[in-house]
């Protein structure tokens, strides 16, 4: 199952991406200083809306196009993709970075990317991967 490293090294793989800190101290992946995935580590009132289903271990946070694919996410992989109350209504998804594959984490990563990406840069990306 996937790492933080693995997170880093996949993210910082795509074009234009730069690794920061957060305004809370967790790392960030931006592209062209637009946000795409994050460390998100669950806060109080993550845990209490949770409850007995709040994951213990690492959470990755990650953009995806719409709410829609959320929805897909959430219904197809349970044990792996979540969301909190905070996120209603946003096209995020919370990763249970211990339970997902590294190809699925790869997906994961270069869609919140495309979706976050300045349209050529995005393109130019697409033009060149096999």
Same mark, same amino acid.
């Given at each position: ?8 090294r ?16 967790a790392?960030?992946?931006?592209v062209k ?13 993550? #845990? $209490? *809306?949770?409850g +007995?289903? /709040? !994951?213990e271990?690492?959470?990755? %946070?990650?953009?995806?196009p719409?709410?829609g ?7 197809d992989r349970p ?8 996120f ?11 339970r997902?594959?590294?190809p699925?984490l790869?997906e994961?990563? #270069? $869609? *919140?990317?495309? +979706?976050? /990406? !300045?349209?050529?840069v995005?393109? %130019? ?6």
């Open positions: 199952m996937a790492t933080w490293e693995d997170v880093a996949i993210a910082l793989g795509l074009p234009e991406t730069s690794e920061e800190a957060s305004y809370d101290g790392t960030a992946w931006k200083g637009r946000l795409f995935t994050w460390e998100r580590p669950l806060r109080k009132s993550d #845990v $209490e *809306a949770l +007995d289903a /709040a !994951p271990g690492p959470v990755l %946070a990650a953009r995806v719409d709410v694919v959320k929805g897909a996410l959430l219904a044990d792996v993709y979540f969301t909190t109350p905070h209603d209504g946003y096209p995020i998804v919370l990763v249970r970075l211990d997902v594959p590294l699925d790869e994961l990563l #270069v $869609e *919140a990317w495309l +979706d976050r /990406a !300045p349209k050529r995005a393109q %130019a990306y697409l033009h060149d991967s096999p």
